[in-house]
């Protein structure tokens, strides 16, 4: 079992960045590939970056390559996700997941989600 909790969520605005943490427990953490997604209200889950574990590979979604950073470091057992230059478009709750397939963008690959954090970003 693996347990997700996400924090560093909040209100930005334009332009502005935040971090998203997405701390892990459970002892297996280190043998998962980790993802971020997001949800706007009334629009579907979109997958957004994730990492693989073995690898250190990283995939991210077009809308934000370039502005994105997604990191994990295994001895604190914790996901990063370092969002610059935010548009008000990426406004949504954040959710971190862990699952098996590496690099995938497809959330019925991943096993365990977190509760999730909400980012909003003021035009």
């Known amino acids: 079992q693996v347990q997700l909790v996400e924090s560093g969520g909040g209100l930005v605005q334009a332009g502005g960045s935040l971090r998203l943490s997405c701390a892990a427990s459970g002892r297996t953490f280190s043998s998962y590939n980790m993802g971020w997604f997001r949800q706007a209200p009334g629009k579907e889950r979109e997958f957004v970056s994730t990492v693989s574990w073995s690898t250190g590979f990283t995939r991210y979604a077009d809308s934000v390559k370039g502005r994105f950073t997604i990191s994990r470091d295994y001895a604190k057992n914790t996901l990063y996700l370092q969002m610059n230059s935010l548009k008000p478009e990426d406004t949504a709750v954040y959710s971190c997941?862990?699952?098996?397939?590496?690099?995938?963008?497809?959330?019925?690959?991943?096993?365990?989600w977190g509760q999730g954090t909400q980012v909003t970003v003021s035009s």
């Open positions: 997941a862990a699952g098996k397939r590496p690099l995938s963008p497809d959330s019925n690959d991943y096993d365990f």
